[in-house]
Nanobody, 125 residues
Framework: QVQLVESGGGLVQAGGSLRLSCAASGRTFSRYNMGWFRQAPGKEREFVCA????????LYADSVKGRFTISRDNAKNTVYLQMNSLKPEDTAVYYC??????????????????WGQGTQVTVSS
């Protein structure tokens, strides 16, 4: 497993932007597909986006497509989530997660075996 630490959350007005970072420990970061999930109060954890090991394949949930951008820097062991045009319904705790499988990008939380502690994103109306 890999250890993950998110940062960059905060309070922003609707229409604003935030950039989340997820720093990974260890020298095997490039062997993991990475995902971002979020969980709002009283709701299940939901898939936001994922990126393959090399960054060549990316998948977004329909709810964030065109507004959020996932990227990674394997030299820095970090994955990023740039969030633009934020809406109040984007309010949630955001988690990054790692999946060591080769091939498809996964969208279900149980398919990821390493998780960060989460960072709160609050979008005011």
């Amino acid at each position: 497993q890999v250890q993950l630490v998110e940062s960059g959350g905060g309070l922003v007005q609707a229409g604003g932007s935030l950039r989340l970072s997820c720093a990974a420990s260890g020298r095997t970061f490039s062997r993991y597909n990475m995902g971002w999930f979020r969980q709002a109060p009283g709701k299940e954890r939901e898939f936001v986006c994922a990126i393959s090991r090399s960054g060549s394949d990316i998948l977004y949930a329909d709810s964030v497509k065109g507004r959020f951008t996932i990227s990674r820097d394997n030299a820095k062991n970090t994955v990023y989530l740039q969030m633009n045009s934020l809406k109040p319904e984007d309010t949630a705790v955001y988690y990054c997660a790692a999946n060591p499988s080769v091939g498809l990008l996964y969208t279900r939380a149980y398919e990821y075996d390493s998780w960060g502690q989460g960072t709160q994103v609050t979008v005011s109306s």
